[in-house]
């Protein structure tokens, strides 16, 4: 039976943080940076997720996966996702993750990748509840911040596991939970069951959020409606498409024009290049062309050109040279961020190199 229609621009509360709007922008691995985050809070997004990031790799500064972890006021409100295997170590970096400007710590219980699994971290944790819970009751004791998990059905096709170990994860402390009703086995195969949501919801008494094939206002506005959740999250439709962001919170489809287009990458190039450097941004951004260029919005030969581009500079001149109104748009874009001097900087924090939940 449908429940209580929701209004997706309405705002909605983890313990004591308010969400803006019932849309939230999934923590992607080697997507999730700053700029992205940033970009989708301008589209509608209420609460914006860093990429998960390894309580090892801040517990050992290890240097093959640090990059600055900048907290911008117009991201706020941040949820940053960490992963591990051992309370005290998830402990630690959930402190440090606070000090760094978090709003919430969230914790991926949901990484079907195998470099994760076979740690003890991410969907593995799906099988041991009592491991599970006793990260999660160190982490909710070791920051003031709500403490949220991010979770898959399961390992295995058609399992239950997560309707046995959602309530326990909120009796430990967990002031959210978001679950993708897939199985770690499905990856991002066949489709996302939401009825185990509507199920969660009903036996949890604190936020769900309802992830998997979240890919319209309308798509999002019946899982709201059938399954009772708090929130929805969109992932990979939003990859190089803040629009789709826009959509989904508030049914305003209209595609941008060549010119929106190119200004949106031209920006989120110069600020991922200030994030990551020059030399790491050139190849983090490729992939990055074909999701903003294509949906018809450009040539394919074009988008393949950018690709070979040796810099980022040349690949800003040639989206100019293709939309020459790009120009004054990026440049308002720029002088509608924050100053830089409001920014966090917390030493240096790892970015995660696997795969997402």
Known sequence: MPRMQMDLRESWWIGAVEI??????????????????????????????????????????????????????DEHPLAIQIFGSEPAVMADAARMVEAAGADIVDMNFGCPVRKVTKTGAGANLLEDADLACRITEA?????????????????????????????????????????????????????ADHTLTAELVDLVDVPVIASGDIDSHAKAAAVLSA??????????????????????????????????????????????VRELGERRASGFLKKFYSWYLGHGRFPKQFKQELVQLDSTGEVVTRLLAAAPGAGALAAQLEADLPARDDEILLDRLPISVYGGG
């Open 20 to 73: 803006p709007t019932r849309v939230v922008l999934a923590p992607m691995a080697g997507v999730s940076v700053q700029a992205f985050r940033r970009q989708g809070r301008r589209y509608g997004a209420g609460l914006v997720c860093s990429e998960m990031v390894s309580c090892a790799g801040i517990e050992h500064r290890n240097e093959k996966t640090l990059g600055y972890l900048r907290v911008a006021t």
């Open 227 to 272: 399954t009772g959740a708090a929130a929805v999250m969109i992932g990979r439709g939003a990859q190089g498409n803040p629009w789709a962001v826009r959509e989904v919170t508030d049914g305003d489809g209209a595609q941008p024009g060549r010119e929106e287009v190119a200004a949106e990458l031209i920006h989120f190039i110069h600020e991922t």
């Open 139 to 191: 982490v909710a004791g070791a920051v003031s911040v709500p403490v949220s998990v991010k979770m898959r059905r399961g390992l295995e096709n058609g399992s239950r596991v997560c309707l046995e170990l959602g309530p326990k994860l909120a009796d430990a402390g967990a002031a959210a939970l978001t679950l993708h009703p897939r199985s770690a086995k499905q990856m991002y195969t066949g489709y």
